[in-house]
């Protein structure tokens, strides 16, 4: 079946969220057609009949549509690939959740993109193993006044 099956860790599911992002070309390489990418990446469907509540914008070609625009890839147990040509931003959730995890990219990621966050490409674990790195000292010195 080829709507199932399918396993890949959250770089991989990035890249190919890239690949969506830029219109189907990789590293300069057209690899999937723009034009058939437009098609299928725009409401095809209606959902408005569907229970949840992020489901009811649409659906492509084995593409949900947003209700802040554009569109997402859905695997089971919430794992979401979210285009947003708008901020030129891939937003990828890889979770065995039974909350609605798109809800941390329309509460919080898009609303600040909206209100210029600045955004970049590190992960949770880039910014642990940064705060680790870069905090030696600081967890030293409250480790010292604690003794006090």
Known sequence: MGATGLELGA???AKFGHLLLNNGTWKEKQIVSKTYLDEATSFQISTSHVDNPK?????????WMNDFGDY???????????????FN???????Y?????LNLFTSYVYP???SGWVFDNFTLRNYIHRFTENSTDLIKTEKETRKI
Do not use: P
Not at 55 to 63: A, E, L, N, S, W
Not at 72 to 86: H, S, T
Not at 97 to 101: A, K, Q
């Open 11 to 13: 770089i991989d599911l």
């Open 55 to 63: 489901d009811k914008y649409g659906y492509g070609y084995q593409f």
């Open 72 to 86: 997402r890839c859905a695997g089971l147990f919430k794992q979401y690939i979210v285009i947003n040509k708008e």
């Open 89 to 95: 931003v891939v937003f990828v959730t890889q979770a």
């Open 97 to 101: 959740e039974e909350r609605e995890l």
């Open 112 to 114: 600040g993109l909206n």
